[in-house]
T-cell receptor, first 115, second 115 residues
Framework: AQSVTQLGSHVSVSEGALVLLRCNYS??????LFWYVQYPNQGLQLLLK??????LVKGINGFEAEFKKSETSFHLTKPSAHMSDAAEYFC?????????????FGPGTRLSVLP | ETGVTQTPRHLVMGMTNKKSLKCEQH?????MYWYKQSAKKPLELMFV???????ENNSVPSRFSPECPNSSHLFLHLHTLQPEDSALYLC??????????????FGEGSRLTVL
């Protein structure tokens, strides 16, 4: 069964510092991987996704993630944090079974950006 | 209009009330979902509808009753709820719930408080 773990429920960085949010997955088939962001009092918004092809994926707002099959990881990075990046970030994998396919979300990582 | 619209954004109800949450998508998608987001818990998939047919019910209590009259509209009827049902209820849509790798598009959520 597919599952997602996110190391660190809360990450704090200084403005301008590197952002690194960790995601590891388990999947018995080639995974489709996603990062979503949730700002306060809002729904989830897609940041980026990996399905096939290039393993380094670029998303919105300067974020990118690299799919590493050998490490079963899909960590999210941004070279320089901005105050507006403060939000909750969710990693997700698509679960595929006899009923169709549904997303399995990680528990989320809250990112704080300090001035 | 935004892609996925949820109403109301906030709802306070007593345990004996009956209310409904509404979701509408303007993206031409065929699959719609209800998720529950509680504090300090991962997103919980509640229901999935694909081409108006319910394809998944994740052991949700019967006090939650979904309705999908067409591919663009999804309702969640609520009755005799418990205080632990207080949460953010998120609606999402996708092209299809089968055989696709596309992302979920989320609404902004309905914040439910049960007194």
């Amino acid at each position: 069964a597919q599952s997602v773990t996110q190391l660190g429920s809360h990450v704090s960085v200084s403005e301008g510092a590197l952002v690194l949010l960790r995601c590891n997955y388990s999947s018995s088939v080639p995974p489709y991987l996603f990062w979503y962001v949730q700002y306060p009092n809002q729904g989830l918004q897609l940041l980026l996704k990996y399905t096939t092809g290039a393993t380094l994926v670029k998303g919105i707002n300067g974020f990118e993630a690299e799919f590493k099959k050998s490490e079963t990881s899909f960590h999210l990075t941004k070279p320089s944090a901005h105050m507006s990046d403060a939000a909750e970030y969710f990693c997700a994998v698509i679960r595929r079974d006899n009923y169709g396919q549904n997303f399995v979300f990680g528990p989320g990582t809250r990112l704080s950006v300090l001035p | 209009e935004t892609g996925v619209t949820q109403t109301p954004r906030h709802l306070v109800m007593g345990m004996t009330n009956k209310k409904s949450l509404k979701c509408e998508q303007h993206l031409g998608h065929n699959a719609m979902y209800w998720y529950k987001q509680s504090a300090k818990k991962p997103l919980e998939l509640m229901f999935v509808y694909n081409f108006k047919e319910q394809t998944e019910n994740n052991s949700v209590p019967s006090r939650f009753s979904p309705e999908c009259p067409n591919s663009s509209h999804l309702f969640l009827h609520l009755h005799t709820l418990q205080p632990e049902d207080s949460a953010l209820y998120l609606c999402a849509s996708s092209l299809s719930a089968r055989g696709q790798t596309g992302e979920l598009f989320f609404g902004e959520g309905s914040r439910l408080t049960v007194l």
